[in-house]
């Protein structure tokens, strides 16, 4: 289906319907792509002996199974006439696939899989670690601009004309979707992601950073749900075929929106608590270590200090 027309002809949405295969050409090939790029960093790693843990390739597939699946299927014909599922393809692409892709880690095994230049030499590697401590990352790593760029993507483009001009042309559509995508990727990357990145806050500032935005993504959702007219000229007048009420299916999708800002939530909370605990490990794995190399110095030292506090209070 071209996606800048109307959806005429589409019959009314069921599962079935949904999920055929309906590839956008510019999807299929970025994710196809990455996902081959990947493979060859994981392949290259292994055939020098090194090893890449299982977990981060199966995470970082799924994220991309999770855009090809609204992108290149019927998901992506019918967002075009139906609200809610639009925002089905909104929350996938920009709240579950960054999470899973982001646990796959791509700029590490980037990292590792590249070759390092020659002396005095600048080749791919040398260009990425440039660009991941470069300023531009960051500023848009940084809370102050990923959270308001979180609620911009929500309030900022629904509740104004932007969202009509850009659902108008295949262009500005695929440019949408891949904002939803960069957005979602910048927003979990510095609370959860494994990948190195500029700003790494402890454990309980990501946390605060993941609540500070959901809040607002859950009122996104109930202003849709508790709205008395379409708030959307998109999808004002959907095709007669599809037997759909557009307000009903606005208040659908401001349900998907509220329910969606939970999901994440866990899935991510639940990924810190994990390397929190990772964390707190290998810290006392090296402070064994260092005790073992030592004589327990630390400890020495620190019963000389209560044997003087002892001998102080006779």
Sequence with gaps: MDHSGHG????????????????????????????GLYGWGVVRL???????????????????????????????DYG?????????????????APIVLLLGAPMTLALR????????????????LKFLHSWYMKIV????????????????????????FLMGSTPGHIVMMTHFLLVGLFFFWPIMGVDPGP???GYLMR???????????????????????PMVKTYENPPASLGIDALADQNAAGGIAWAFSEIPSVLVLLALL????????????????????????ELEAYNAYLASLNARSR
């Design 8 to 35: 005429m002809g589409l019959l009314p949405f069921t599962l079935g319907r949904g999920l055929a295969w309906s590839a956008d050409p510019f999807f299929l090939v970025a994710c196809l792509t990455a996902l």
């Design 46 to 76: 292994v055939r020098r002996g090194d090893k890449w843990p299982v977990g981060r390739t199966v995470g970082f597939v799924v994220g991309v199974l999770l855009v090809l699946l609204v992108t290149c299927t019927g998901l992506n």
């Design 80 to 96: 075009m006439v139906m609200f809610s599922v639009h925002m089905v393809q909104h929350m996938v692409i920009s709240m579950l």
């Design 113 to 128: 899989a590249l070759p390092v230049a020659g002396k005095g030499r600048t080749g791919p590697r040398e260009l990425l």
């Design 141 to 164: 790593t940084h809370p102050a601009f990923t959270i308001p760029m979180f609620i911009a993507s929500l309030y900022g483009l629904y509740f104004t004309p932007l969202f009509d």
């Design 199 to 201: 700003h790494r806050p």
């Design 207 to 229: 946390m605060l950073e993941l609540f500070a935005g959901m809040p607002f993504h859950a009122f996104f959702g109930i202003a849709l749900m508790m709205a008395s007219a």
């Design 274 to 297: 994990f390397q929190w605990y990772n964390s707190e490990q290998r810290q006392a794995r090296r402070t064994d270590r260092a005790a073992d190399r030592d004589g327990d110095k």
